[in-house]
């Protein structure tokens, strides 16, 4: 099954071959993520896929991004038991390994099958893993294999842990992990040595929300300077302001937003935003999930432990702060994360009638 170019309809027989296959659940999982993956690059949208076949956009994409591992599995090279394992089941699984590179999702794999492991043990595995080759050198004793890996994560929050339960837990769970036997001593040192070692403080996001109408400028078109002919004040496009932060859409490919000038913003002397969710920042936000404005200095790229950075996995953006100098290359530094304004009555300002007492 091959992929169509991008907007590329696809003949009818062909659509409708594809919605067949996947309303009857043909083939395996593996197919399903082809098929769909295939439809959607065709123009089908993922409701419409849901409405014809029942797979739910959300399994949609669990299917697609699944299947894009499994075949960089196969291109790295894995057993045939591997293979035919994950022909079965483990999407979920799979998609769990899509932060790795493509090696280290060939070896995750198979260590995921010997040791029959579910999801969750997957998602620790591939965190434990891309923690791991972001550091300039291997943790004394430990290997690059999964399992010492997920030790090593073991390791170390034992060694934080005042609680004697928690603390033989975790040692408990890195011995059943550790693959190497040098992996294993370090781990049984913690046996015998009950020395607590501070958790290092994970910093405060730089967290902002609009308080007042005044922080919130307006960005207007600019038609020309005086002396100006009348026909270029007609020809500037009407501005259209949508959203809590009144994003503008240009006639172009270029959007702007306008921030308050404040004095992190002015600092900054190459800074560009992000639009995200409060939902998606690596530390979650009080109150409601909102939208927010991630500003990023590309100018400041030496890591510091006090900040939060930006940069490149797998062809896409990611946020995160880093206690110790990373092995990737930073992008940028978060400067200022942006909250819109509160607003309590939405309705009140479009009633001319309500006045202040």
């Excluded at 299917?63 to 045939?80: D, T, W």
């Excluded at 969710?277 to 400041?300: A, C």
């Excluded at 940069?311 to 880093?322: A, K, P, S």
Aim: glycine share 6%; with cysteine; aromatic share 8%.
């Amino acid at each position: 099954m091959t992929d169509t170019p991008e907007n590329t309809p696809l003949p009818e027989t062909s659509s409708q071959e594809l919605l067949f296959a996947l309303r009857r659940k043909q083939g395996n999982w593996v197919e399903w993520g082809q098929a769909c993956q295939t439809l959607q690059k065709a123009g089908y949208k993922p409701q419409e896929i849901f409405e014809e076949t029942g797979f739910e956009p959300v399994h949609q994409n669990q299917v697609i991004v699944g299947a894009q591992v499994y075949n960089s599995m196969l291109a790295a090279g894995i057993s045939e038991p591997v293979q035919s394992h994950f022909q079965q089941k483990g999407s979920d699984i799979l998609y769990e390994l899509r932060i790795l590179t493509q090696t280290e999702r060939a070896t995750a794999a198979a260590f995921i099958v010997e040791k029959q492991l579910d999801v969750d043990a997957a998602k620790e595995i591939a965190k434990a893993m891309k923690d791991f080759s972001r550091m300039r050198e291997l943790p004394q004793g430990f290997s690059n294999n999964p399992g010492d890996a997920l030790a090593y994560q073991c390791w170390k929050f034992a060694r934080q842990k005042s609680d004697f339960q928690e603390r033989s837990r975790l040692i408990a769970e890195g011995l059943k992990f550790a693959n190497s036997e040098s992996a294993r001593k370090q781990i049984e040192k913690l046996l015998t040595d009950f020395t607590v070692v501070a958790q290092q403080p994970i910093p405060v996001m730089p967290v902002y929300r609009f308080e007042s109408s005044e922080e919130l400028p307006r960005v207007l078109p600019v038609c020309g300077s005086l002396p100006l002919a009348a026909e270029a004040l007609q020809a500037v496009p009407r501005v259209q302001e949508t959203g809590p932060f009144q994003m503008i859409n240009s006639t172009g490919n270029q959007n702007w937003v306008a921030i308050p000038g404040w004095q992190v913003i002015c600092n900054a002397k190459d800074p560009v935003v992000v639009v995200g969710n409060s939902k998606e920042l690596p530390m979650p936000l009080s109150g409601k999930t909102e939208d927010v404005l991630i500003v990023v200095d590309r100018h400041q790229k030496e890591w510091d432990e006090l900040s939060y950075f930006v940069f490149e996995v797998g062809g896409n953006l990611q946020l995160q702060w880093f206690p110790e100098m990373p092995e990737v290359n930073i992008l940028g530094k978060v400067v200022l994360i942006m909250r819109p304004k509160n607003i309590f009555d939405e309705t009140y300002s479009n009633e001319p009638w309500q006045i202040d007492e």
